[in-house]
């Protein structure tokens, strides 16, 4: 695939250093974030080194954006509207009503919100917090809510979200959560040293903070678009777009202040259709056309635009441009992926073809930062066709060590399979270099002279990606080839995240950690009451296999369960925790509550990736 090269992109053009410096008021100093026992949960003073100039461990472009994204501060939008930024992986935005002051998407986690909140305050005044909106259910955006909407201070603020959100901002952890949660620890560089040859950002921002996570619900749902709300004498206008960056999100338009919020939707960067920590494929083809209609709902009303991440863009004529080429970059990764397959290409084989039209190609917000083209298209790919590409030669392969085996055999042995694999990188081929010494290490795990070279590779590929999601994913592969594994910073499973749950979703959970082979032989049948919110609930364990329903609470259902629970949503919270029966009413053995609890397991938060 022909792409620019860093030579032939537009270095000159200083814009983007323009928008993220307008408006500047004041950094945090220092910009050293802690918890309330002295832990480090952000420490935006650490990408100092960024000011130097870019060095041979690091693709000019992304360092490039590195130094946009590391810019930290409270800045004026417009009259009226300011944002922090820097001081987490997304942006808080303040708008000032009558009494206060409205807060939108308070980034990740508490500690950063209120230092971002604080920081507003000392150049702004201590305003009161009269309004909280979340633009879509990303941990990044109401994570921090707590920070500054404090418990007991709740009361009477109307907390505003798109329709859906809060299903879709607790269930993302049910299922898949444990191993999202250890792929971020790659997709962000968390363990890696903060220098030129480490983590230098994300491409979004610079690196998710490892504070408090909270969540303060919803108490209004933006149902539709052209929906009018008014918080604190500040009129918001909605434009509802589900399925998009987020399952939901909703970007608006401040009336009074002529500033259209993109929510995520639109960023100064090729963003992902399918998240390297892992996620459901988003659909590119209903993205473009939100994008669209976002231009045509909100017309000339806007002077401004600004999102959840990266800095603002001002002059409508310079929005329209940058929403229509973010548009069609998504239309055109879709259509033309969609095109290739259909002309019998396969994802990798689509990846190597696409290229983008020359002027997205060079526009800087369609760089891949964050999303790439290359992993965008294998998406769209999957998104249609799923895993197989048609050839039945990948229908029933080894799983990875068996195959890693037959291949090392092939080439002669560990000793001539690893002499081939350095003269591919000395040829310069690291692609297959890697491939070659994946196996390697994948066939034997104790070979250490096979696995400091594929760290030597993943190194290279690394400082040589302008992706920073890549980036960071290659140089976590070789920390952890010389370091081994460990568990991630990162916890969403707060108390509050946990009590936002649905009694079906607590069920789902606790369904995916069932260790199926011993409970193969298991049949019981529990039925829980959950008294507050007037509902039954039908357990079955058969097979290995945990199912439920719910229905009406006086309903009850043919056999008789072997155990009745009749109970408060915060003791069946408690129950599924271990913490027993006491002052729940019971109906039956009362021991199969152990049995079942028994075959649930653990997940390894610190799994391997790139070994066996």
Not at 174 to 186: I, K, P, Y
Request: net charge negative.
């Amino acid at each position: 695939m022909d792409v620019p090269s860093s030579e032939e992109l537009p270095f000159e053009d200083l814009t983007d250093f323009e928008n993220a410096d307008r408006g500047f008021i004041a950094a945090l100093v220092p910009g050293m974030i802690t918890d309330a026992e002295g832990r480090v949960v952000q420490d935006v003073d650490a990408y100092g080194f960024l000011a130097e100039d870019c060095p041979a461990t690091a693709h000019p472009s992304l360092w490039r954006q590195a130094r946009l994204c590391a810019r930290q501060g409270l800045y004026e939008v417009t009259e009226g509207v300011y944002q922090v930024r820097g001081l987490d992986l997304s942006n808080m935005t303040l708008v000032e009503g009558k009494r206060g002051v409205v807060v939108i998407d308070p980034l990740i986690s508490a500690e950063c919100a209120a230092a971002a909140l604080g920081l507003y305050r000392e150049h702004r005044g201590p305003r009161p917090v009269t309004g909280l909106v979340y633009t879509h259910s990303h941990v990044d955006h109401f994570g921090g809510a707590r920070g500054v909407l404090p418990h007991g201070s709740e009361g009477g603020v109307p907390v505003l979200a798109p329709e859906g959100f809060l299903e879709h901002a607790v269930s993302e952890n049910v299922f898949a959560g444990n191993a999202m949660l250890r792929r971020a620890t790659f997709m962000h560089g968390a363990r890696l040293p903060k220098d030129p040859r480490g983590q230098i950002g994300t491409g979004l921002g610079t690196i998710t903070s490892t504070g408090s996570i909270g969540l303060v619900p919803p108490t209004m749902d933006v149902t539709h678009t052209g929906q009018q709300e008014t918080v604190d004498g500040v009129l918001f206008v909605f434009q509802l777009t589900p399925g998009t960056e987020a399952p939901a999100e909703m970007n608006f338009l401040l009336t009074e202040q002529r500033a259209l919020c993109v929510a995520e939707n639109a960023s100064h960067t090729l963003h992902n259709l399918l998240t390297l920590r892992g996620a459901p494929v988003r659909d590119a083809r209903v993205w473009a056309r939100y994008l669209d209609e976002t231009i045509d709902v909100f017309g000339d009303a806007y002077d401004v635009a600004f999102a959840s991440h990266h800095w603002p863009t001002w002059g409508r004529e310079n929005v329209r441009q940058f929403l229509g080429e973010q548009r069609d970059l998504y239309a055109y990764l879709h259509d033309q992926t969609l095109r290739l397959l259909n002309n019998g290409l396969t994802g990798p084989e689509i990846a190597e073809e696409l290229r983008l039209p020359p002027a997205l190609e060079k526009s800087w917000h369609a760089r891949g930062y964050y999303g790439s083209v290359s992993h965008n298209v294998k998406a769209v790919y999957q998104r249609y066709m799923g895993w197989y590409d048609g050839n039945p030669a990948h229908l029933w392969e080894h799983p990875p060590t068996e195959l890693a085996r037959r291949y090392v055999e092939l080439a002669g042995g560990p000793v001539e399979a690893l002499v081939k694999a350095r003269a591919y990188v000395d040829g310069g081929d690291l692609r297959f270099a890697a491939t070659l010494l994946n196996h390697l290490v994948f066939a034997d795990p104790s070979n250490t002279a096979a696995k400091e070279t594929l760290a030597g590779v993943y190194e290279r590929l690394g400082h040589g990606a302008e992706n920073g999601t890549w980036r960071n994913f290659y140089l976590t592969a070789a920390l952890e080839l010389r370091e081994g594994a460990a568990d991630t910073e990162y916890d969403t499973s707060g108390s509050e995240m946990t009590s936002a749950l649905t009694v079906s979703m607590l069920l789902d959970s606790l369904a995916v950690r069932i260790d199926g082979p011993r409970a193969w032989h298991e049949h019981l049948t529990l039925d829980l009451v959950v008294i507050d919110e007037q509902c039954r609930h039908r357990v079955n364990l058969h097979h290995g296999a945990l199912t439920h329903r719910s229905m009406p609470v006086h309903h009850t259902p043919k056999p008789h369960a072997d155990l009745t629970l009749i109970l408060t949503r915060p003791e069946l919270l408690g129950v599924l925790e271990g913490k027993g029966l006491a002052g729940v009413e019971t109906d039956g053995d009362t021991t199969l509550l152990a049995r079942l609890l028994s075959y649930v397991s653990e997940p390894d938060k610190a799994f391997a990736i790139v070994t066996p």
